[in-house]
Nanobody, 125 residues
């Protein structure tokens, strides 16, 4: 059974860097064609995709957050980490990690099939 679990501080001060880790159990983050995303939901708003890490270590970020975002991995711990710099109260949200699957024969993504439970991050002014 594959599980994702987010961890990190629940409170961050403005201008600091938010750092969250997603620990994956039951599968390897290097398994072919899996893409590992960070997604957030601010209070009263919809889901916002932040970026993903590919099975081969590549990354891609939302253009609106690209300048402040970095996603990295530790394959020895089967973890991937989100860093969001220069945070403001507008970055307050529930942050999720999730798995997607790229199907190369069809050149499509199957959609997010696994999610972590989410972790609340509040940015204080």
């Amino acid at each position: 059974q594959v599980q994702l679990q987010e961890s990190g501080p629940g409170l961050v001060k403005s201008s600091q860097t938010l750092s969250l880790t997603c620990t994956v159990s039951g599968d390897s983050i290097t398994t072919n064609y899996y893409y590992w995303s960070w997604i957030r939901q601010p209070p009263g708003k919809g889901m916002e995709w932040i970026g993903f890490l590919t099975y081969s270590g590549g990354t891609y970020y939302s253009p609106s957050l690209k300048s402040r975002t970095s996603i990295s991995r530790d394959t020895s711990k089967n973890q991937f980490t989100l860093q969001l710099s220069s945070v403001t109260p507008e970055d307050t949200a529930v942050y999720y990690c999730a798995r997607d699957h790229y199907i190369p024969t069809n050149r499509i993504f199957s959609g997010f099939d696994l999610w972590g439970q989410g972790t609340q991050v509040t940015v204080s002014s």
